[in-house]
C-alpha cells in the first residue's frame, strides 16, 4: 500500500509511507511492514487464526525480531519506542484500525502517544501478483 498525506489546500506531503501487510498461515502470524521516506522503517507483527475478526501488531524499538529502525536524527529527537496496531474486521468488507505509536521527544519528559484511527473501504479490487502460483 502507499499513504501521503496532505494538508487541507497544501499541496505538499506532509506524510509519505510505503508498506506490505502479510500473512503466515503456519505459524499464524499477521505482519505489517512500514517504511517511512524521512529514514524510518517498522516491521510489527502479531497472531491471527484466517476467520479472526481483530487482531492487534505490535514493534518494540531494539527488538530485532519485530522492530523499530531510524536514521540518527530521529533517533536523537523523535525516538520511536513502540507501535501498536489493532486491526478490526466489519461484516461488511470494511476495516477500521487504531495505532498508537510512542514517542520520546527531545525537550519533553513525558513521552508522546501519536494516536491514528480510521475506517477503511476497498474502492478497486487487488492486483494479484504475477509470480504467485
Known sequence: YHTRIV???DPETFHDQVGYWLWEPASETVMHSLTIPRGQTVLAAGKAKADAKSFTLK???GDTDYGICSNPY????????????TVTVHDDGTWSY???????????SELFHHRDSNHLRRVAAPTPNPLAP
Do not use: H
Open 98 to 108: 487504531e495505532e498508537d505509536t510512542v514517542m520520546a521527544i527531545k525537550g519533553q
Open 59 to 61: 514493534a518494540t524499538r
Open 74 to 85: 530521529l533517533e536523537q529527537n523523535f525516538r520511536t519506542e513502540s507501535f501498536t496496531i
Open 7 to 9: 494538508k487541507p489546500d
